[in-house]
């Protein structure tokens, strides 16, 4: 047990004695329900630091399986707080109405619950201003005694699942691949093979997969702007046309058994257009459950007692479309005599604001939730709005589905250019400018702190020290994303660069960070995969660092050298700058023209604030991406 009393949760023992006393705890009160759901969460941000950890795999599951059970818990506890609320809808309804429509929120949840008590057929929707959610229903659902909830949940139980779905299907699709590949190598071994292939033959596919992979990444060199348009227009990555998934795997596994520096692996995309893909986009602003449900019975007077009917049957999911909804569609068959409108063209709508706590760099997207197949889907959603102006977004669904809010991960990308700059002695700001909004992190010891011109509603990000980890998903929860993984580069269009070299560069730039600034060459786009070109020159002093005190660097895995020209010329030329000579780092032609506090400076230079530059520089690999 902790020392504020809660359990903790890396105990077996323990976390499930609380799991079981708060399941059967008869407490359903909202506002005691809500202050153990606040709890339960920093158990799981506990068991999420844990995992973080990279325990043994037995160790692991434990975890996965303790978090999965919490979070079933919550959703548990909640309809259990909700259906109380129904049971008592009659003593709480709204005189001007004659429903009763309630609003119960903390940090981490927001509840909003309406009863249709008086059923007017006249009824189209309800707004709770406070929050900013509203639906509209159909006519059929005015003068039915039902219940509607909207839960908005900060966190986020349900994406989770359609990772790990996507990841399994990932691995199965490599797993075949690599099993066709070994039976075949099987197979020449075993002369089952007709003919042998000779050098030549081999020299000519090696050429072959060279040739495919390089036009591959031709085809990814695009412009800016035509990749955003490219992206907005569709909610789903598509393979080109004509190339099948599995020969787009099948290319890239081989082009990667003769390429020496393979690029990440293809990540799997569904067959089905609808599904997202959780490497393209990213839920923000957690998940919105929007449910429709039975009414629990009420209670009534009768001489001077009061009667209720007690059910064990719990929360109900009313069904919509109903059964004979759904028979009606598929036969067209009207809703009466005197409509031309079948149940199927009745949809629910939906209004969202924003919520505070994200950055939303485009508009957003909506996408739902498929139970069955567990992932998120952008199809059944119609009639979608968006006002940028009140920060709302208004659409229809035809049916009621948990949702959420999408944005492209990798909106904010290729960067335009960036620069690293110290501050003095273990510190630094690394400054990016995206394609969207500008970001820079100020660096002082292992802490990072968030500056951005979009300060709204980014309260709790701005100014405050994190570590890198911690910065790092917290930017990406609150929209702001410059960090990649190993899919990035089939989302953005990149300069191709030497993995190794481009990791070497990093590390040395870190270790000089306390007195060199480095910046952004436009150059380095134009030079090959195993080059890399930058800015840099020695910075003692606080502030913008001088046009003319840049100089340009050409570096390689053996050779690097700093060049005669500046950044601003029209032509690229290799000659050495008057003076130098070739090194075989970057460090030390760095050191070789650095004053003694320099130097000073950098042999003074603290570990952790060298790791936490560095690991900024490998998250972005802005030497890449920009």
Same mark, same amino acid.
């Given at each position: 047990?902790?020392?504020?009393?809660?359990?903790?949760?890396?105990?077996?023992?323990?976390?499930?004695?609380?799991?079981?006393?708060?399941?059967?705890?008869?407490?359903?009160?909202?506002?005691?329900?809500?202050?153990?759901?606040?709890?339960?969460?920093?158990?799981?941000?506990?068991?999420?630091?844990?995992?973080?950890?990279?325990?043994?795999?037995?160790?692991?599951?434990?975890?996965?399986?303790?978090?999965?059970?919490?979070?079933?818990?919550?959703?548990?506890?909640?309809?259990?707080?909700?259906?109380?609320?129904?049971?008592?809808?009659?003593?709480?309804?709204?005189?001007?109405?004659?429903?009763?429509?309630?609003?119960?929120?903390?940090?981490?949840?927001?509840?909003?619950?309406?009863?249709?008590?008086?059923?007017?057929?006249?009824?189209?929707?309800?707004?709770?201003?406070?929050?900013?959610?509203?639906?509209?229903?159909?006519?059929?659902?005015?003068?039915?005694?039902?219940?509607?909830?909207?839960?908005?949940? &900060?966190?986020?139980?349900?994406?989770?699942?359609?990772?790990?779905?996507?990841?399994?299907?990932?691995?199965?699709?490599?797993?075949?691949?690599?099993?066709?590949?070994?039976?075949?190598?099987?197979?020449?071994?075993?002369?089952?093979?007709?003919?042998?292939?000779?050098?030549?033959?081999?020299?000519? #596919?090696?050429?072959?997969?060279?040739?495919?992979?390089?036009?591959?990444?031709?085809?990814?060199?695009?412009?800016?702007?035509?990749?955003?348009?490219?992206?907005?227009?569709?909610?789903?990555?598509?393979?080109?046309?004509?190339?099948? #998934?599995?020969?787009?795997?099948?290319?890239?596994?081989?082009?990667?058994?003769?390429?020496?520096?393979?690029?990440?692996?293809?990540?799997?995309?569904?067959?089905?257009?609808?599904?997202?893909?959780?490497?393209?986009?990213?839920?923000?602003?957690?998940?919105?459950?929007?449910?429709?449900?039975?009414?629990?019975?009420?209670?009534?007077?009768?001489?001077?007692?009061?009667?209720?009917?007690?059910?064990?049957?719990?929360?109900?999911?009313?069904?919509?479309?109903?059964?004979?909804?759904?028979? #009606?569609?598929?036969?067209?068959?009207?809703?009466?005599?005197?409509?031309?409108?079948?149940?199927?063209?009745?949809?629910?709508?939906?209004?969202?604001?924003?919520?505070?706590?994200?950055?939303?760099?485009?508009?957003?997207?909506?996408?739902?939730?498929?139970?069955?197949?567990?992932?998120?889907?952008?199809?059944?959603?119609?009639?979608?709005?968006?006002?940028?102006?009140?920060?709302?977004?208004?659409?229809?669904?035809?049916?009621?589905?948990?949702?959420?809010?999408?944005?492209?991960?990798?909106?904010?990308?290729?960067?335009?250019?960036?620069?690293?700059?110290?501050?003095?002695?273990?510190?630094?700001?690394?400054?990016?400018?995206?394609?969207?909004?500008?970001?820079?992190?100020?660096?002082?010891?292992?802490?990072?702190?968030?500056?951005?011109?979009?300060?709204?509603?980014?309260?709790?990000?701005?100014?405050?020290?994190?570590?890198?980890?911690?910065?790092?998903?917290?930017? &990406?929860?609150?929209?702001?994303?410059?960090?990649?993984?190993?899919?990035?580069?089939?989302?953005?269009?990149?300069?191709?660069?030497?993995?190794?070299?481009?990791?070497?560069?990093?590390?040395?730039?870190?270790?000089?960070?306390?007195?060199?600034?480095?910046?952004?060459?436009?150059?380095?786009?134009?030079? &090959?995969?195993?080059?890399?070109?930058?800015?840099?020159?020695?910075?003692?002093?606080?502030?913008?660092?001088?046009?003319?005190?840049?100089?340009?660097?050409?570096?390689?895995?053996?050779?690097?050298?700093?060049?005669?020209?500046?950044?601003?010329?029209?032509?690229?030329?290799?000659?050495?700058?008057?003076?130098?000579?070739?090194?075989?780092?970057?460090?030390?032609?760095?050191?070789?023209?650095?004053?003694?506090?320099?130097?000073?400076?950098?042999?003074?230079?603290?570990?952790?604030?060298?790791?936490?530059?560095?690991?900024?520089?490998?998250?972005?690999?802005?030497?890449?991406?920009?």
């Amino acid at each position: 047990m902790l020392c504020d009393g809660s359990p903790d949760p890396s105990v077996q023992p323990e976390i499930n004695t609380y799991i079981s006393l708060w399941r059967d705890d008869s407490e359903n009160q909202i506002q005691k329900v809500l202050e153990e759901c606040a709890l339960t969460l920093e158990l799981e941000k506990e068991l999420d630091f844990l995992l973080g950890d990279g325990p043994e795999p037995s160790i692991a599951e434990q975890y996965q399986e303790t978090l999965l059970s919490l979070q079933n818990l919550i959703h548990y506890k909640l309809n259990q707080a909700t259906e109380e609320l129904l049971k008592f809808a009659n003593y709480n309804s709204d005189i001007d109405t004659g429903n009763m429509q309630t609003v119960v929120k903390d940090n981490n949840i927001t509840l909003c619950l309406w009863a249709n008590l008086n059923k007017n057929p006249r009824f189209k929707g309800y707004k709770f201003e406070e929050v900013g959610l509203g639906f509209e229903l159909p006519k059929p659902l005015a003068v039915i005694e039902v219940a509607v909830r909207i839960l908005h949940t &900060r966190y986020d139980h349900l994406s989770h699942h359609s990772e790990r779905e996507q990841l399994q299907k990932r691995r199965s699709m490599m797993e075949a691949i690599l099993t066709q590949n070994t039976e075949s190598s099987a197979a020449v071994h075993n002369g089952k093979m007709e003919g042998e292939r000779d050098e030549s033959e081999s020299s000519k #596919q090696v050429e072959e997969c060279h040739s495919v992979r390089s036009e591959s990444r031709k085809r990814s060199a695009v412009s800016v702007i035509s990749a955003k348009e490219g992206r907005k227009s569709s909610s789903v990555k598509l393979l080109e046309e004509g190339e099948s #998934q599995m020969e787009e795997i099948t290319t890239t596994l081989e082009s990667d058994q003769h390429d020496p520096y393979p690029s990440p692996a293809e990540p799997v995309t569904d067959t089905d257009v609808h599904i997202v893909d959780l490497q393209q986009f990213t839920p923000l602003g957690g998940v919105f459950y929007f449910d429709l449900f039975h009414m629990p019975p009420q209670s009534r007077t009768v001489k001077g007692w009061e009667m209720r009917e007690l059910l064990d049957t719990g929360l109900q999911v009313f069904p919509y479309p109903t059964e004979q909804s759904r028979i #009606q569609s598929s036969t067209s068959v009207k809703l009466d005599e005197h409509s031309n409108t079948t149940v199927a063209s009745l949809p629910v709508g939906v209004t969202v604001a924003l919520p505070h706590s994200v950055l939303f760099l485009e508009d957003p997207q909506v996408a739902r939730w498929d139970p069955i197949g567990q992932h998120w889907r952008t199809d059944c959603i119609s009639e979608t709005s968006y006002d940028a102006e009140s920060r709302t977004i208004s659409f229809q669904m035809t049916a009621f589905y948990a949702f959420t809010l999408l944005q492209e991960t990798y909106a904010n990308m290729p960067f335009q250019s960036w620069e690293l700059r110290p501050l003095g002695q273990d510190s630094a700001l690394f400054t990016i400018t995206g394609a969207l909004i500008e970001v820079s992190i100020t660096v002082k010891g292992k802490q990072c702190m968030l500056h951005t011109e979009e300060t709204k509603d980014l309260d709790h990000l701005l100014g405050k020290w994190m570590s890198p980890s911690e910065l790092q998903k917290a930017m &990406r929860k609150a929209g702001i994303n410059i960090f990649v993984n190993e899919y990035s580069d089939k989302y953005v269009s990149i300069n191709l660069k030497d993995p190794l070299i481009e990791h070497a560069v990093y590390e040395q730039m870190a270790l000089m960070s306390s007195a060199v600034a480095f910046s952004w060459s436009r150059w380095n786009a134009q030079c &090959r995969q195993e080059h890399l070109v930058l800015q840099a020159c020695e910075q003692m002093e606080v502030g913008p660092v001088a046009e003319e005190a840049w100089s340009l660097y050409l570096l390689g895995a053996q050779r690097n050298q700093h060049l005669k020209m500046k950044e601003q010329e029209d032509s690229f030329s290799p000659e050495l700058a008057e003076g130098s000579e070739f090194h075989s780092t970057f460090l030390h032609m760095l050191r070789q023209d650095m004053s003694t506090e320099g130097q000073a400076r950098v042999r003074q230079s603290h570990h952790l604030y060298i790791d936490t530059v560095q690991r900024l520089l490998c998250a972005t690999r802005v030497l890449t991406y920009s």
